[in-house]
């Protein structure tokens, strides 16, 4: 294993994120290459960190005072072997090749863990939606598509929303697309009602985190009612989380963004819920204007010199990071562990370093890795691809079930994987093995390819 690290580390020099997620998913399989030399000599793990192709690419555009930009798109097709390549588009200035990979790698085992025909990519830019026109963003999205088409396709690979694009940009970039194409095929997943969407898709990633969380509570006969609630973030997974655990009756204490956090210790209501959405969907706001709109809730700016995120220093009892990557250091990891938290399920891709990681499975909270508790977006994407196939269109009842039971399903598949290589209760190793183990008997079957 040492020399597989030393080997990706040569391979891809300095791409921390990306070999900060190679190196979790190395450490949970090396029991299973353990027990199937059969992949150690297929050098499965090996094709697996390597992606099947990387497309890197100009975007020029021109701003509201007519000077010309240029932006660098991407994506990373990074593997195919059961399904089109299948994973969303972020538009965040710090936006790199690491960072894509990252997402990539880890889209491959979470696809896998739905249970449902969907390889793993990942794409985007370092293009700002923040402080941009409507008609800034429609430019940028309609050059971005005017590259990017070639390789896309309904049974290629299948975008759709991350960070910094959600439905508007979606739209803009299926416009393009299906311009170029001359064709209406469902392309891009996340896509409005009206044309071809799927209901629950924009709540999905944050509800099937919470459901997650209520699958963990279940194994200890406990439940989200009653229960205080940290959660990071104003976006779309943080708003969806935010409302499931409402409906469940538990209390949300706090929201953030990249500027600061609310803390409302009489509980972010229903009503205090849709002017979040409002502010952020609507007006685009900044999530400090909650306080002056509410001034029973605290505004903290957030000060990186601190060394930890205050956000994470409040008695709760439940946390739901839902805004990046890394946002949970070892010191707000301690911090969770010692005001209380004993449940803690990831909205966000790899939002614990792994230093944190540790601490938490050392302290035997449950505690899910992103791959398997925000794995609800992508499959209500993989749903959304089904009704487009069969141009029909599911109430949202029936997504909502077909989501709980998806989740449940994960849920299951984590602790099966878990016990069996000897770690009961591990989620990391749990999401990990099923994942891997799902794919490699894919590749294997398929050949050096
Ligand atoms: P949005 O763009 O809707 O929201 C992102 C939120 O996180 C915003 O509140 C944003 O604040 C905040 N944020 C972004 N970067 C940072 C940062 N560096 N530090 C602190 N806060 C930050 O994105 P999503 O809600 O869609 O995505 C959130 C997370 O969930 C990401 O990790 C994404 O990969 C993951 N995810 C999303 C899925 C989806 O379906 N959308 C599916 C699975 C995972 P600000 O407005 O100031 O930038």
Redesign the pocket.
């Known amino acids: 294993m040492k020399e597989f690290i030393k080997m990706c580390e040569e391979c891809n020099p300095g791409e921390v994120e990306f070999l900060q997620a190679v190196a979790e998913v190395a450490e949970s399989v090396k029991p299973v290459l353990d027990k199937h030399p059969e992949y150690r000599t297929a050098k499965v793990l090996e094709r697996m960190v390597e992606p099947e192709r990387t497309i890197l690419f100009r975007i020029p555009w021109v701003n509201d005072r007519g000077e010309v930009q240029i932006n660098r798109g991407y994506r990373i097709e990074m593997n195919s072997a059961i399904g089109p390549y299948k994973g969303?588009f972020?538009f965040?200035p710090?936006v790199n090749l690491s960072i894509l990979k990252f997402?990539g790698f880890e889209q491959v085992y979470k696809n896998a863990l739905t249970t449902l025909p969907m390889g793993g990519g990942k794409g985007g830019s370092n293009f700002d939606p923040?402080g941009k026109s409507d008609n800034e963003v429609m430019r940028f999205c309609h050059s971005f598509m005017s590259e990017i088409f070639r390789h896309l396709g309904p049974n290629t690979d299948v975008p759709?929303?991350?960070?910094?694009?959600?439905a508007r940009e979606i739209g803009y970039l299926f416009g393009m697309y299906k311009k170029l194409r001359n064709e209406f095929t469902g392309v891009l997943t996340?896509k409005g009602l009206e044309w071809g969407g799927s209901l629950i898709r924009p709540e999905?990633?944050g509800y099937g985190t919470i459901y997650f969380a209520s699958e963990m509570l279940a194994t200890k006969d406990e439940a989200l009612e009653g229960k205080t609630c940290l959660i990071?973030?104003?976006?779309?997974?943080?708003q969806y989380a935010a409302e499931k655990v409402l409906e469940l009756g538990g209390k949300v204490l706090t929201l953030?963004?990249?500027?600061g956090y609310i803390y409302d210790e009489s509980g972010i209501s229903r009503e205090k819920l849709d002017y979040v959405m409002y502010l952020?969907n609507v007006e685009r706001g900044?999530?400090k204007e909650y306080a002056e709109k509410y001034p029973e809730a605290v505004y903290t700016a957030?000060d990186p010199a601190l060394g930890y995120n205050p956000l994470w220093n409040h008695k709760a009892d439940c946390a739901f990071p839902?805004?990046?990557?890394n946002?949970i250091n070892a010191k707000d990891a301690a911090n969770l562990v010692a005001n209380g938290v004993n449940v803690v399920s990831e909205?966000?891709?790899m939002?614990t370093v792994p230093e944190g990681v540790n601490i938490f499975l050392e302290n035997k909270i449950l505690y899910a890795p992103?791959k398997a508790s925000?794995a609800g977006?992508?499959s209500v994407s993989g749903l959304e691809m089904t009704q487009n196939s069969l141009r029909l269109s599911w109430t949202r009842e029936e997504v909502d079930d077909y989501l709980k039971r998806i989740m449940k399903s994960i849920h299951s598949a984590c602790i099966g994987a878990a016990d069996e290589y000897g770690t009961p209760g591990n989620y990391v190793n749990g999401a990990n093995i099923a994942g891997f183990v799902k794919v490699a008997k894919a590749m294997m079957a398929q050949g050096i390819v």
């Open positions: 969303g972020r965040h710090s997402l923040k759709a929303g991350d960070i910094g694009v959600g996340g999905a990633t990071s973030g104003s976006g779309n997974v943080a953030s963004d990249s500027s952020k900044r999530i957030i839902c805004a990046t990557q946002e909205g966000a891709n939002p992103g925000n977006g992508v």
